[in-house]
């Protein structure tokens, strides 16, 4: 690699001069090693001094006249001459700032990368705030100076040079990297032996993923991308025993251009075989694959044993997987040994909280996640709060039957008291469903199951505020449809979501009479820029079948709140009774509009959010469109490696009697 010459000023030159004079006139301090005393003898005579070569003076002649070109040199003016050079070499060895700017990469496309890798790896910008004189100055210049001719070779200009520039001005030093990029060396051939014969038809398509060929630059970079390409275009094709071989350029300096040969053993094109499966937990083979994404003869894809790894992970049982290719019938059957790591299989948990119009809350829960192998969970839940008290088991088993489908089954014993009513309740609950989650953001999504409820629950009569109790005996069947065609479970920029629910129940009380329970959520986002997000929501529900009054409380409609309309408290939209409390209804409309505006300060982490949502709640069938309850407000959001943490803080713009000025949600992901 040729470097670049480095030319200095008079001034600068003066300066590293005077620093190395300066190094050089300091004493060293060195330690003689002392001599073996055996090997001294003090009667011995001394070595004769060594002969300079020049004879002593005759101290009786007189001095020598001067020669007549050489002045006497006053003795005020020898020391003003040595101050000054003590000063030169004092300014030289001080610590001075400098800064520094490159030129001649102002006609290349690749400029911007250059640039890029450049600061990420220059001395003189990382060392910027550390002391240096005029000596180390220069160093830095001379190694950022072949730095930046191997970078723009690396990127296919191999005649390069960079000649650095050092000028002092003032106390300051302006360091100048003047670059000559020369020609853009090209490719004039590009050859992959063994491909074409032994990839048969795939290898067109094999050629296409490495993605260079004749005429492109020769970008180191890129060559090595290239090769990761084919290699994992070779794995997506069946070729599990494939070899990418060492790539080979040789640069023709005469002709400014460049042949690549990388050779490449494909094998033959492989299909999946038979799991093995050793180690903990003792998941069977039969449940490995039921998991896998593939099946015994499909063509091999080395993406699915990726998803295999990874959807092993994520069952929460496994802290690490070892997958290992056994290749059979000379390479044309690849098994699969699959090698598993147990992580703890226990988790105890807790959180403690309050939310306006719901209290103080504790809830603590313990899980043993594999407590019927395979993936079965046993969980025990409990709450403790000042409006609700519960105990819960829940049994929960993944991948049942097929992978991420789940079936559940839960027993629930609680007591809420709310302003809208008090219950207590038990219940019997169970169902399957395959659902989203922080690894895999499905498409489609659904649920299906049933409950049977028995509950006594007290509320008011609507007319004259007189409590009264009543017990229910529900039974229902769940069931909701999703579509999730957003960018992000978390955090969406773009897309949509849709969501329907509908429950088909039976009350017992004061007679038998069917209903239906069915809701509609929707929400988008859209990017007006790089850090706006505009996003929107709508729900909309209803109650058909059944008047409010015959309806359980606890099986109404409510609206307000951080999950709803903020600035509003708890389920205080909507009609209320003559104590103010609200009960609930038979229909609910509500919508969202907000700007998520994400801040470049402080590395893009954090964000503004202002908001405006509106609701509004029936006791008929249909929601009054004309009677709008709209909250307004701003949130901040904190954008998290895991997700963005929330703060909302809203006020209801047209308040009702009870509701407070403001009112504040804290939660993790956005709003919706």
Known sequence: MGKGRVRRSAAFQWLVGCASLALASMPLHAQTPPTDPSQL???????????????????NQPDPEPPPEVEAVEPEAAAKATEEAAEQVEDATAARSYRWTISGLEGIAEAPDIRLGFDERSVLEGDRNKEANAAQIDRRARADADLLAELLRSHGYYDASVEPTIDAAGQQLHVQLAAIPGPLYRFESVELPGLDQAAGQEAASLRSAFGIKGGDPVVAQQVIDAGVALQVALGERGFATA????????IDHEAQTARLILPVTPGPIA??????????????????????????????????????????????????????????DEGQVIDLAVKLEPAPMRTIAGEVGYGTGEGIRAEASWQHRNLFNPEAALTVRGVIGTQEQLGAVIFRRNNWLRRDQVLNAQALASHVDRDAYEAKTLSLSGGFERQSNFIWQKKWTWSLGAELVATDERDTIEATGEPRRRTFFIAALPGSLGLDESNDLLNPTTGFRLLGRLSPEISFQGGTFPYARMQVDGSAYHPVSETVVVAGRVRLGTILGAQRDDIAPSRRFYSGGGGSVRGYGYQRIGPRDVDNDPIGGRSLAEFSLEARIRQNAFGGNFGVVPFNDGGTLSTDAMPDFKDWQIGVGIGARYYSSFGPIRIDIGTPLNRQQGDGRIAVVVGLGQAF
């Open 243 to 250: 070899k990418v071989g060492e790539q080979d350029i040789v």
């Open 271 to 328: 299909r999946f075989g038979q799991i093995s499966v050793s180690g903990e937990p003792p998941f069977s083979s039969r449940h490995v694959q039921r998991i896998a994404r593939f099946r015994p003869g499909d063509r091999y894809e080395q993406s699915e044993v990726a998803d295999l790894r990874r959807a092993l992970i994520a069952t929460g049982l496994i802290s690490s997987v070892e997958v290992q290719q056994v290749p059979r």
């Open 41 to 59: 003898d003090p009667s011995a005579p001394l070595d004769p001094m060594p002969d300079l070569g020049v004879e002593w003076p005759d101290m």
